[in-house]
């Protein structure tokens, strides 16, 4: 069956330094990839979109990759801020499809 | 203006009762979705819905149904509440296609008792 792993352990970092969270699926050949942010008591946000076809996408501080020999995607944040603390969770999807969510990590940036 | 509203946000009801959550979306999408969050923060996707086609998760009791009145609106109504009901129920909408994020409500907090 489709499985899409993130660490469930929280990812604590000091501010300023570029948080790193990885997404790892297996029986799954998805067209696209989304990370989200969730903040307690909140609905996912929508952050970013990787397809099949791309290696890496940035929108400012955010970097996304996806490695589908790998099967896996990572999600940067550079510069971190007590801001960014938050969990940030990864969401696969095929034409036609709904999407398929990890679990999430949880980001605590200390300042 | 919110994009997409549930009401209400938390719910307490008994076991046995049947109850509905409205979710109404002002950014013209095509497509809704229903998700549930589980205590372990798992959203796993319920139903989705276009004025075409319902599309439901096979592991989604009969007991959950979807009705939309309208291209804006996906309600969701629960028959015969039970316990292991209990959890965060999301409204989302999209754009079909690939290019296109989901926008998600704020969450409906269920709890049975």
């Known amino acids: 069956s489709q499985k899409i792993e993130q660490n469930s352990e929280a990812l604590n970092i000091q501010e300023g330094k570029t948080a790193t969270l990885t997404c790892n699926y297996t029986n799954y050949s998805p067209a696209y990839l989304q990370w989200y942010r969730q903040d307690p008591g909140r609905g996912p946000v929508f952050l970013l979109l990787i397809r099949e076809n791309e290696k890496e996408k940035r929108k400012e501080r955010l970097k996304v990759t996806f490695d589908t020999t790998l099967k896996q995607s990572l999600f940067h944040i550079t510069a971190s801020q007590p801001a960014d603390s938050a969990t940030y969770l990864c969401a696969l999807g095929n034409a036609g499809n709904m999407l398929t969510f990890g679990g999430g990590t949880r980001l605590m940036v200390k300042p | 203006d919110t994009a997409v509203s549930q009401t209400p946000k938390y719910l307490v009801t008994q076991m046995g009762n049947d109850k509905s959550i409205k979710c109404e979306q002002n950014l013209g999408h095509d497509t809704m979705y229903w998700y549930k969050q589980d205590s372990k923060k798992f959203l796993k996707i319920m139903f989705s819905?276009?004025?075409?086609?319902?599309?439901i998760n096979e592991t989604v009791p009969n007991r959950f149904s979807p009705k939309s009145p309208d291209k804006a609106h996906l309600n969701l109504h629960i028959n015969s509440l039970e316990l292991g009901d209990s959890a965060v129920y999301f409204c989302a909408s999209s754009q079909p296609g690939l290019h296109y994020g989901y926008t998600f409500g704020s969450g409906t907090r269920l709890t049975v008792v």
């Open positions: 819905y276009n004025n075409k086609e319902l599309i």
